[in-house]
Nanobody
Framework: QVQLVESGGGLVQAGGSLRLSCAASGRTFSSYTMGWFRQAPVKEREFVAAITRSGASTFYADSVKGRFTISRDNAKNTVYLQMNSLKPEDTAVYYC???????????????WGQGTQVTVSS
């Protein structure tokens, strides 16, 4: 089993940056594809980004491509989401998740963190 804890959320002005971190417990972190999802009020949880086990491949939602960067440090059991040029529409609770497959669909993710709030003011 994997336990995930996100951090790094907060309030930022439009155009600003934040870096989210997700620390994982357990010795099998490098066995999982890691993903970031977000959920805004009254909206469904949506895919943001994912990174394969070795970090060789990354995937992004069109809405964040070119602005967000996902990375991981398997030695530290941590995955990151660098968010630049933030927009008010990026406001949401951001969740990290772990999957045994290479996946962008939330249904394929087995473990989830508790989420961290990101608020972008205009």
């Amino acid at each position: 089993q994997v336990q995930l804890v996100e951090s790094g959320g907060g309030l930022v002005q439009a155009g600003g940056s934040l870096r989210l971190s997700c620390a994982a417990s357990g010795r099998t972190f490098s066995s999982y594809t890691m993903g970031w999802f977000r959920q805004a009020p009254v909206k469904e949880r949506e895919f943001v980004a994912a990174i394969t086990r070795s970090g060789a491949s990354t995937f992004y939602a069109d809405s964040v491509k070119g602005r967000f960067t996902i990375s991981r440090d398997n030695a530290k059991n941590t995955v990151y989401l660098q968010m630049n040029s933030l927009k008010p529409e990026d406001t949401a609770v951001y969740y990290c998740a772990a999957s045994r497959t290479v996946a962008v669909s939330r249904s394929e993710y087995d473990y989830w963190g508790q989420g961290t709030q990101v608020t972008v003011s205009s």
